[in-house]
Every structure is written in C-alpha cells, then in structure tokens.
C-alpha cells in the first residue's frame, strides 16, 4: 500500500523567505513521488516529479524537492517565497502508471 | 501544445438529477484517469481506463458510471445525484503505457454543484 503524510496543513511566511513543505511516503516498493500545486479555484499545476532518478529533483518556478529513502521524506523547498506561491501545495505518491495518491495538502499563505 | 479538455466546465443540478462530464485527453494519449475532489479535500480516485477498458477502479459510487470511447474521449456518468456529490472533477490523461513512468496531465476540472 502506498500513503503520503503532508506534516503542515497550514505554513505561513514572509515573502523572500525560505519555504519548506514537508511530506513524508510509505510504499513497499520504489515510489514515483511528485508535487502538485493548485491555485484557487484552479486546476492542479505539477511542480516537480521523483522518478528514481536524481534524488534531488529541481522543478518549475524555483521549487525543489529531495527525496531522502532512509528518512522516507520528499520534503518541498523553495529559497524564496513570492506573493504568487500562496496555494495549495499536495505531495502525491504512485507507481509507474498507477493512480495518484494525494496527501491532505497544505496550504502556503505568504505575507508581504 | 494541447492539453486535456473537460467539459462543461461548470454544472448545476438538482438531487436526483442526472449529469455527463466529458474529458478530451492529448492527442495519442491512451490513458485516463477521474479524479474527484470536495471541497477543502484532497482529490480522490475515482476510475482509470486504458486503451477503452476499465485499468482500475476506486471509491467511485455505483451510481456512478465512465467509459472511454474509440476515440480515447472519456465520459461519466452520474445519476440520482446528491448533495455530497458537489466537487471538482477532474480528469487526467498520459502517454503510451510500457514506457517506464508516465507523467498524468491534468484537465481544468468540472466544478459540479448538486442543489
């Protein structure tokens, strides 16, 4: 079985700071893992996507995620937050072409 | 380049209506997915075909039905429609399968509302 655990349901910052987003998976096999990013009343915008391949994944718009197997983490990083970053931000688990599993999603507020 | 069509993009219904939602994957994309997501939720799976036959199926109610047409255009089907079903629908379509990972592209979703 395969479960993504999103820690933050909600993470506030200032924007120019660092953003981090945490996400922790569980699966029994090797997992395709991704971020997905929905702005309101918007479709789902994939940022970025672990496919075994390089651990430390660089995506769209600045963000970039590290998948960490012994700490079973693919935690969402960006150095600088903008006021166009506010969303909802899911990390989604799967296998090959199986469907997509999404976490609870956490929401990123950003102050000017 | 050209991305995955739903339609209609807003719908209104009352309970125990009835409702179509369609989806246009990419050009040669084989492969769709529905997912379905309530408000301040999580999208959920709902259904998945390849290549016109059902691949895997999840929490979709049996009032729910989906197909995928020769053309690769998917539809669903929801009859005696309640007020728990009002969500964004949204399908996604991917490439070839048996080519390692196939990334799912996501259509703008269909904002269902059950009055």
């Known amino acids: 079985a395969q479960s993504v655990t999103q820690l933050d349901s909600h993470v506030s910052v200032s924007e120019g700071t660092p953003v981090l987003l945490r996400c922790n998976y569980s699966?029994?096999?090797?997992?395709?893992l991704f971020w997905y990013v929905q702005h309101p009343n918007k479709g789902l915008q994939l940022l970025l996507k672990y496919t075994s391949a390089a651990t430390l994944v660089k995506g769209i718009n600045g963000f970039e995620a590290e998948f960490k197997k012994s700490e079973t983490s693919f935690h969402l990083t960006k150095p600088s937050a903008h006021m166009s970053d506010a969303a909802e931000y899911f990390c989604?688990?799967?296998?090959?072409?199986?469907?997509?599993?999404f976490g609870t999603g956490t929401r990123l507020q950003v102050f000017p | 380049a050209a991305g995955v069509i739903q339609s209609p993009r807003h719908l209104i219904k009352e309970k125990r209506e009835t409702a179509t939602l369609k989806c246009y994957p990419i050009?040669?994309?084989?492969?769709v997915y529905w997912y379905q997501q309530g408000p301040g939720q999580d999208p959920q799976f709902l259904i998945s075909?390849?290549?016109?036959?059902?691949?895997d199926k999840g929490s979709i109610p049996d009032r729910f039905s989906a197909q995928q047409f020769s053309d690769y255009h998917s539809e669903l089907n929801m009859s005696s429609l309640e007020l728990g079903d009002s969500a964004l629908y949204f399908c996604?379509?991917?490439?070839?399968?048996?080519?390692?990972?196939?990334?799912?592209?996501f259509g703008p979703g269909t904002r269902l509302t059950v009055l």
């Open positions: 996604a379509s991917s490439s070839p399968q048996g080519l390692g990972y196939n990334e799912q592209f």
């Open positions: 699966s029994s096999y090797s997992p395709s």
């Open positions: 075909f390849y290549e016109k036959m059902q691949s």
């Open positions: 989604v688990v799967s296998r090959n072409t199986d469907k997509l599993i």
């Open positions: 050009p040669r994309h084989d492969t």
